[in-house]
């Protein structure tokens, strides 16, 4: 598929929710990403595919709407499935991913042989609930690691204080003129062990 004949298509779909905004019409056009309010009359935001340097998608599931996260250096764009158009928006993704691909290979001139890979983020939630099962051992055995590592590195000396905070407290007395001058540095000698 070239990147004029899906530019030339105007890719659109007619209703996601973004926050803040709430329904939406998004649509490419002319190098472009245009979302487009349909309940507030707000002027519609227009994100250039060059400034755009993540996309990725998730799936959702029978309760969660799909979801398309559109980035830039600045925001991110959280395009909300809604009415069940799960299908109206994988397809705006592969087709918006196949249309980043092409921008970038015609920004870096090269071949449309070569991929430029962008970050491949389909969420598939049965897969995060397999690996739900598998956390609690992950972070039992995190746990003890972390504990034994910190146990290792602790020092005899826990009651100790640091000679620089006990100084603290001292030149404190000394200022509030409850210790002189000269026990001052008789203590802050003794501490620094001079």
Do not use: W
């Not at 979302?35 to 993540?54: G, H, T």
């Not at 739900?132 to 039992?140: H, R």
């Not at 290792?152 to 009651?159: H, P």
């Amino acid at each position: 598929m070239s990147f004029d004949k899906v530019k030339n298509n105007h890719l659109e779909i007619k209703a996601v929710k973004i926050s803040g905004v709430g329904k939406c019409s998004v649509k490419v056009e002319d190098d472009n990403l245009i979302m487009k309010p349909l309940e507030i009359d707000y002027d519609s935001e227009i994100v250039p595919f060059s400034k755009i340097v993540n996309l990725s998608y998730d799936a959702g599931n029978f309760i969660i709407e799909p979801k398309i996260k559109v980035t830039t250096n600045q925001i991110t764009y959280n395009l909300k499935g809604v009415n069940d158009n799960d299908s109206e928006m994988m397809s705006f993704y592969t087709k918006l991913k196949s249309i980043k691909r092409e921008s970038y290979s015609k920004r870096l001139n090269l071949n449309d042989d070569i991929e430029y890979d962008i970050e491949e983020d389909i969420y598939d939630h049965k897969q995060e609930e397999t690996s739900k099962k598998s956390l609690p051992t992950i972070n039992k055995n995190y746990n003890n690691q972390l504990a034994k590592n910190f146990s290792k590195n602790t020092s005899q000396d826990t009651n100790k204080e640091d000679p620089t905070e006990e100084i603290r407290k001292y030149h404190k007395l000394k200022e509030d003129k409850i210790i002189t001058e000269e026990e001052f540095n008789k203590k802050k000698k003794e501490l620094l062990k001079l």
